[in-house]
């Protein structure tokens, strides 16, 4: 990482889109529980991860799920690929899950997209429900996905990253992980933005500021 870059830690939908709108390389942290899902999928072999609003959102941000699910679309085609939705609640059926996707879906299917599963966002335990090699998964979640939904309508340059147990990581290697990341993803981006999901989850907030640190090492 080149040491003239900037590294700036902030919280919420609103700073990772500012974030993004400067041309920083945006990394999402949303422990409990977009991130540490998505983290885990790449891990278990997905192809890609993404993350997107739910139909309805308070966060005072421009967003748009249609896009992403567009986008998820012609990744899946490239790739031919299947898509895996994950979303809320956590406990209940695929039916309640995808009442919050439909946008989501609309653009999936726009752009000729199939959605083979819709799973719930538990973390790590989420890729032990189905084989996500060669998948994308698109996580359709209130905190994580507003501000990753947020942040791509400004710039691609958006990853995750998580401290918690990922599917085959524990301990600091999912920070260490997501520094990682960070440095292959770094390319011609201003600088990296470590966006807290959200600022009133202290586990959000620990976790940015950690993973800050050990990039700052």
């Given at each position: 990482?080149?040491?003239?870059?900037?590294?700036?830690?902030?919280?919420?939908?609103?700073?990772?889109?500012?974030?993004?709108?400067?041309?920083?390389?945006?990394?999402?942290?949303?422990?409990?529980?977009m991130s540490?899902?998505?983290?885990?999928?790449?891990?278990?072999?997905?192809?890609?991860?993404?993350?997107?609003?739910?139909?309805?959102?308070?966060?005072?941000?421009?967003?748009?799920?249609?896009?992403?699910?567009?986008?998820?679309?012609?990744?899946?085609?490239?790739?031919?690929?299947?898509?895996?939705?994950?979303?809320?609640?956590r406990?209940?059926?695929?039916?309640?899950?995808?009442?919050?996707?439909?946008?989501?879906?609309?653009?999936?299917?726009?752009?000729?997209?199939?959605?083979?599963a819709?799973?719930?966002?538990?973390?790590?335990?989420?890729?032990?429900?189905?084989?996500?090699?060669?998948?994308?998964?698109?996580?359709?979640?209130?905190?994580?996905?507003?501000?990753?939904?947020?942040?791509?309508?400004?710039?691609?340059?958006?990853?995750?990253?998580?401290?918690?147990?990922?599917?085959?990581?524990?301990?600091?290697?999912?920070?260490?992980?997501?520094?990682?990341?960070?440095?292959?993803?770094?390319?011609?981006?201003?600088?990296?933005?470590i966006?807290a999901?959200?600022?009133?989850?202290?586990?959000?907030?620990?976790?940015?500021?950690?993973?800050?640190?050990?990039?700052?090492?």
């Amino acid at each position: 990482m080149e040491r003239f870059k900037p590294l700036i830690v902030t919280s919420d939908a609103s700073g990772a889109q500012e974030a993004a709108r400067q041309g920083f390389l945006v990394m999402i942290v949303d422990v409990i529980d977009m991130s540490t899902t998505l983290e885990s999928a790449l891990e278990a072999g997905a192809i890609a991860v993404l993350g997107a609003s739910p139909d309805e959102t308070r966060a005072p941000v421009r967003v748009d799920p249609e896009g992403m699910g567009r986008y998820a679309a012609q990744l899946a085609d490239e790739n031919r690929a299947g898509i895996i939705l994950v979303s809320e609640p956590r406990v209940g059926t695929d039916q309640d899950r995808l009442q919050r996707c439909n946008k989501v879906m609309q653009g999936i299917s726009q752009a000729g997209g199939t959605v083979e599963a819709v799973l719930p966002n538990l973390g790590a335990e989420t890729p032990r429900m189905l084989d996500m090699s060669g998948k994308v998964v698109v996580a359709v979640t209130d905190t994580g996905g507003v501000a990753y939904d947020a942040a791509f309508l400004e710039s691609p340059r958006v990853i995750t990253g998580t401290v918690a147990r990922t599917y085959q990581h524990r301990g600091i290697e999912p920070a260490r992980r997501a520094v990682e990341r960070a440095r292959q993803e770094w390319g011609d981006a201003r600088g990296l933005a470590i966006v807290a999901a959200s600022r009133n989850s202290m586990e959000d907030v620990l976790a940015a500021q950690f993973i800050a640190n050990l990039m700052l090492k």
